[in-house]
């Protein structure tokens, strides 16, 4: 499960993709418009802000914006970012991986051979699927195309 800081995370982001270009969005007007605590969304934006995914801008016209292009912003790498390593054990994860304390070996590992195939389309998903993508629908038609 995702944490609800990433879901905000990326409530947030879908707000600041539907904006006019250039155009910056206050915060409480997310806050307002996804029943976000202001407090709470301030700390994600910040996070997201040195991570190079959105930008503030101070000031009468201030607010904040996305860096770079919906189109180039992925699920997975706003999931890694708030909720860390995108995994189902430790011994799958790409970037902190952790050999399981009460297994012998992966290669024997029935458990480790079916996560691994979860582990793969889960990331197949969310590392092909854009904020922008997220905006158009069917969606579905995106993911069944992803795992097909």
């Not at 011994?91 to 051979?113: K, N, P, V």
């Amino acid at each position: 499960m995702i944490t609800q800081k990433a879901k905000y995370a990326l409530r947030a982001l879908t707000i600041l993709a539907r904006a006019d270009a250039g155009v910056p969005v206050l915060i409480s007007e997310i806050a307002t418009q996804q029943k976000i605590p202001k407090k709470f969304l301030e700390q994600i934006l910040l996070e997201l802000k040195h991570r190079d995914i959105v930008e503030s801008r101070r000031g009468k016209q201030g607010g904040y914006l996305l860096l770079k292009p919906a189109e180039e912003i992925t699920f997975g790498e706003i999931l890694r970012i708030i909720d860390g390593p995108i995994a189902p054990l430790p011994c799958l994860s790409l970037t902190a991986y952790r050999r399981c304390s009460d297994c012998d070996g992966e290669q024997g590992c029935e458990i480790h051979h079916v996560f691994s195939k979860v582990a793969d389309a889960m990331r197949k998903v969310l590392f092909n699927t854009t904020i922008a993508d997220a905006l158009r629908r069917p969606e579905s038609a995106t993911v069944t195309r992803l795992l097909a």
